[in-house]
Nanobody, 125 residues
Framework: QVQLVESGGGLVQAGGSLRLSCAASGRTFSNYALAWFRQAPGKEREFVASISSWIARLTDYEDSVKGRFTISRDNAKNTVYLQMNSLKPEDTAVYSC?????????????????WGQGTQVTVSS
């Protein structure tokens, strides 16, 4: 059974940093795309960042996080990370990791077949 477990969320002041981790079990994810999405209260889930399989490791970011967030993966640990710097109150949301069915990353949540439960990130002003 595939499981994705996020960690690293919490409360941080504006301008601060957090590093989210997502550990996968039940499947080797080196050949599959991984991504982070977030959902703020009263809003739809939105794409944050993605990284393709180990072959290309192409990354993609939502415009509002470019230059502040960095997605990376450690295939030996079956883990994907999201380093978040210069956090803003509008980054407050539940952040979830997702694993795709192919090595090619996408911004569409329908292209991801496995999801974690999410971790809360709260940025105070």
């Amino acid at each position: 059974q595939v499981q994705l477990v996020e960690s690293g969320g919490g409360l941080v002041q504006a301008g601060g940093s957090l590093r989210l981790s997502c550990a996968a079990s039940g499947r080797t994810f080196s050949n599959y795309a991984l991504a982070w999405f977030r959902q703020a209260p009263g809003k739809e889930r939105e794409f944050v960042a993605s990284i393709s399989s180990w072959i290309a490791r192409l990354t993609d970011y939502e415009d509002s996080v470019k230059g502040r967030f960095t997605i990376s993966r450690d295939n030996a640990k079956n883990t994907v990370y999201l380093q978040m710097n210069s956090l803003k109150p509008e980054d407050t949301a539940v952040y979830s990791c997702a694993a795709g069915a192919t090595g090619w990353a996408s911004r569409r949540d329908v292209d991801y077949v496995h999801w974690g439960q999410g971790t809360q990130v709260t940025v105070s002003s």
